[in-house]
């Protein structure tokens, strides 16, 4: 299943689900490519210990003929994880692709050639609606938002919803929300319990069960290039995204 983390909010805590979701996919045996769209590259940066700086990154894949994503793939320091890796040149994706027809269906396209390898294959995305994120929405089958539990955090989400809606329509009819995730949660804060209400109210049951809370070693994590799971295997974060992961192959499983 091809599954694209989305919101065009940044700091909400994208890269840090779409890595730890792919971490725990990978632990549990489920063969996982992640997929880093972002110009930042911060998943790349974060599980990948020697970034060879002349390599080539996903924009090659999604620009040239003659690169293929099995020559950006490279294995991650989770075992059974791979990564398709990103580069600050992503961001010249959408000057480079203006005018070519297929500009939206181009990542769909490539993951077609290497979907058979994988059990899941998750996205993440950078903080814009723009074409990469197209790109992305058109290439998934479930697409995760994670919410910040935070007061300003449901601002922007029509936007996100409507163009998701207008990908469906026009370009992949088969897209989901598979669900709604609360990250950044503090259960200390009434701020926080009132904003998760807030939430629920919008999406109702699909929101997950299990909301992230904010913890300081999954912020450490990156820096340490591992996932949650070697990190700190018995944090709070390694047991909630372990849990995740867990609805996320339910529901998968439902559809
Ligand atoms: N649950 C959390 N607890 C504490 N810090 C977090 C949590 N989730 C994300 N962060 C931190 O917040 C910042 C933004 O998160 P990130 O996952 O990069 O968001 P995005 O990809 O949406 O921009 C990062 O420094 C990250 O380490
Ligand atoms: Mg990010």
């Keep these: ?25 990978a632990f549990s045996g489920k063969n996982t490519l992640l997929v880093d769209t972002d110009p930042q590259a911060n998943c790349t940066i974060s599980l990948i210990k020697e970034i060879d700086k002349d390599a080539k990154s996903l924009y090659d894949v999604m620009v040239k003929n003659d690169v293929s994503i099995d ?12 990564i398709a890796v990103s ?8 000057p480079s692709l203006l005018g070519e027809i297929d500009a939206h269906f181009r990542l769909r396209d490539i993951l077609e050639t290497v979907k058979e390898k994988y059990n899941y294959i998750i996205i993440d995305t950078p903080p814009t609606l723009g ?11 479930g697409i995760i938002i994670p919410i910040q539990s935070s007061y300003l955090c449901l601002e922007g989400t029509d936007d996100l919803l409507e163009t998701i809606e ?4 026009v370009a992949n009819t088969n897209i989901e929300i598979l669900g709604v995730l609360i990250t950044l949660f503090d259960k200390r804060t009434n701020l926080s319990k009132d904003v998760a209400k807030r ?15 904010k913890s300081v070693k999954l912020e450490e994590s990156p820096a340490y290039k591992e996932s949650i799971f070697t990190f700190a295997p018995r944090s709070v974060g390694s047991i909630q995204y372990k849990k995740v992961a867990r609805e996320i192959i339910n529901r998968e499983k439902k559809k």
Excluded at 71 to 82: E, H, M, N
Excluded at 87 to 94: G, Q
Excluded at 166 to 169: E, L, N
């Design 1 to 25: 299943m091809i599954i694209t983390i989305a919101n065009q909010k940044g700091g909400v805590g994208k890269t840090t689900t779409a890595l730890n979701v792919s971490a725990a996919l």
């Design 71 to 82: 020559d950006v793939i490279v294995k991650s320091t989770v075992p059974g994880l791979d």
């Design 87 to 94: 580069k600050i040149s992503m961001a010249k994706l959408e």
């Design 131 to 141: 074409l990469i994120t197209i790109n992305a929405l058109v290439a998934a089958e």
């Design 166 to 169: 207008k990908v469906k329509k």
């Design 199 to 213: 939430i629920k109210s919008v999406f109702g049951e699909k929101v997950f069960k299990n909301v992230i809370s």
